[in-house]
Nanobody, 123 residues
Framework: QVRLAESGGGSVQTGDSLRLSCVISGRTFAGTAVGWFRQAPEKEREFVAA????????AYADSVKGRFTISRDNAKKTVYLEMNSLKYEDTAVYYCAATHALQATTIKTYAYWGQGTQVTVSS
């Protein structure tokens, strides 16, 4: 069982930055990956970024490449999502999730989810 808790959301303006945190508890393995997903009103939940906890390999959605950075601090059991140059369309509830599967960019492989944190970007 893996438990995740997000924090760091808030209301910002276009061009601002935010850093989200995801604290992980429970049992993780060498192959465990943690991903960030987001869901805007009336839209499906979508992949944002993921990182493999062991070697730190990361993947990003095209919409956030160059603006968002995912990182992890294994000693603190925390995964971060640094979001820069925020746009109105980044407004969503952001969730972190964990998977033990090899495929870390597909939502259906994630079995463990946090409660989400709201990010609102206004112009």
């Amino acid at each position: 069982q893996v438990r995740l808790a997000e924090s760091g959301g808030g209301s910002v303006q276009t061009g601002d930055s935010l850093r989200l945190s995801c604290v992980i508890s429970g049992r993780t393995f060498a192959g465990t990956a943690v991903g960030w997903f987001r869901q805007a009103p009336e839209k499906e939940r979508e992949f944002v970024a993921a990182i493999r906890l062991s070697e730190g390999g990361a993947a990003y959605a095209d919409s956030v490449k160059g603006r968002f950075t995912i990182s992890r601090d294994n000693a603190k059991k925390t995964v971060y999502l640094e979001m820069n140059s925020l746009k109105y369309e980044d407004t969503a509830v952001y969730y972190c999730a964990a998977t033990h599967a090899l495929q870390a960019t597909t939502i259906k492989t994630y079995a463990y989810w946090g409660q989400g944190t709201q990010v609102t970007v206004s112009s």
